[in-house]
């Protein structure tokens, strides 16, 4: 699989942006502030159906425009496809493939997986446990359909169970029946989405450990734990067991949204005892082993999105990531640097397909 044509219309800061792009290695290169993240984020737009920053989406409209367009070329498995996102101000996000209309956004996801990394994955060690569920629920729902679709039910459950116990702190008589009725649906969809999450954690663990050795040059071990309230209880007996706090307070406090990930390394804690080295390391190899497992769930390479990897990053760690994504074992990649030479000067030395765009003056290098 990989994207053959890119088209933006009054996307964020580009007016009109057109490029053919390469089976292999693409990279943007220039200052800050010239488009490289937002042309990455078109590609995660037409995979995700959103923006990877998650910004609204009249948010990614160019200032002063009253729409914008996102449009991309695929080949996948021999054929065309051609994906096609629009929106107006005002107006529903369209969303087409091959023309047609997607009812649910929701039915497109998984169809042209994309992997990705950002300047702001810090995020998953330094903030809360919402960005790490966030970052398994987006593994897991690419190639597992039915697991998003318990994620954006449960979720659904949850607002309405909420909603009754916002009301009963406003006065209103709590129907206890009806609370009955919302907790069965969120136990059985519960107990899905622990297990999905139970498997990931066990699968993905030696492949970002084989990653995180590569890069580091098998310096330390890390760990990743999932951490659940359910590991020693029944999603139903949390439940129950809470529900006078969670009437005092207004909403539900225990449940698989209170899910975590444990980051370590060495056995410490990553946050605390991590060099920014070292936490820049864990996160590239936690999202080259997203990379690996899909493919494997998926017998399919997806398109790799490498926004911004090199900063803290000294030269041999660099090179070495360079010519691990160039592999054959790897599809499509888009990079983007703020250097004008370390890219270009490392695809040179390796044999691989390659186009370089400077978007600071419109300069193209390729060999493919």
Known sequence: MHLKTLSLINFKNFENFNIELCPKINCFIGDNGTGKTNILDSVHYLSFCKSFNNLSDRQNIKTGEDFFVVQGEFELNGEHENIYCGLQKDKRKSFRRNGVEYQKLSEHIGLLPVVYT?????????????????????????????????????????????????????????????IAVWDMQLSETGKRIYKARSEFAKEVIDIFQKYYCLISDNKENVQLTYQSQLHNEDMSDLLNKNFERDRILGFTTAGIHKDDFDFRIDNNPIKRYGSQGQQKTFVISLKLAWFEYIKQKMNLAPILLLDDIFDKLDKKRVKVITRLVSDNSFGQIFITDTS????????????????????SNNEKISNC
């Open 340 to 359: 004008y030479s370390r890219m270009p000067d490392i695809l040179k030395e390796l044999e691989i397909e390659y186009k370089i765009l400077n978007l």
């Open 118 to 178: 950002t300047p702001y994955d810090s995020n998953l060690i330094h903030d809360g446990s919402e960005f790490r569920r966030k970052f398994a629920d987006s593994v897991i729902s690419q190639f597992d359909r039915n697991y998003l679709n318990a994620l954006i039910t449960y979720n659904r459950l949850l607002e309405q169970r909420n909603s009754i116990l916002k009301n009963s702190q406003k006065g209103l008589n709590i129907d206890y029946d009806e």
